[in-house]
């Protein structure tokens, strides 16, 4: 099975979604990415980890582990996700934003602090399997560029960001965290508010791709 980690004084706070306290330098020895903001430290998990919840025990490989962001302080969010690809760093090249391009870069800069958290982890998490750039579009949302299959619009109000993708929301089936409703002609749109939807939305995006 190969090295594992163990991480004492887990929470789960939803499902395949933990809360957990690891120190920036423990976070470091798992490899990091070049982008740091905030104080929450991000990992995304491409294994289902063991977790023992009644002595708040969660473990896994550091193979299986990516560092979406390196926060300043203790607090870490943990999400698991199923069949991802995760790009290899070296074959990388970021730029000071940590991101691969001007529009993904802008994109995240234009955020409000508040939201600017989760932002980066929908970004970190969709640029890990669908290469791409988001551009802004003269309605407010960021539209991904070569192919339009998804878009991305910050809602401040209520700290969220509205999702549109390709399709008609009967196909694709019944997402646990999110509620597909009609949008325009022959696209669906939903809201990502929390860490915890972020599988749903791989998960979505890949059906539109399939197609």
Not at 117 to 132: N, S, Y
Request: aromatic share 8%; charged share 25%.
């Amino acid at each position: 099975m190969g090295m594992m980690i163990s991480v004492r004084g887990v929470q789960q706070i939803d499902d395949a979604v933990w809360k957990a306290q690891l120190s920036p330098e423990e976070i470091r020895f798992l490899g990091t990415k070049p982008f740091n903001y905030g104080n929450l430290s991000i990992l995304l998990l491409t294994e289902t980890p063991p977790f023992d919840k009644e002595r708040g025990i969660l473990q896994f490989s550091p193979t299986n582990v990516h560092v979406l962001n390196l926060g300043a302080s203790p607090e870490t969010i943990i999400v698991e996700t199923k069949s991802r690809e995760i790009m290899q760093p070296e074959k990388e090249v970021r730029g000071r934003s940590g991101f691969l391009n001007n529009g993904d870069a802008n994109f995240i800069n234009e955020l409000p602090s508040f939201i600017k958290q989760l932002g980066t982890a929908i970004l970190q998490a969709v640029r890990t399997d669908f290469p791409g750039e988001l551009k802004l579009s003269p309605s407010g949302k960021y539209v991904e560029t070569p192919d339009n299959f998804w878009t991305i619009r910050p809602q401040p109000r209520d700290q969220s960001f509205r999702i549109t993708v390709r399709g008609r929301p009967d196909s694709f089936g019944n997402p646990k965290s999110v509620v597909l409703k009609h949008d325009m002609s022959g696209y669906s749109s939903f809201k990502v508010s929390n860490l915890s939807q972020i599988e749903d939305l791989i998960s979505i995006l890949h059906k539109v791709r399939k197609r």
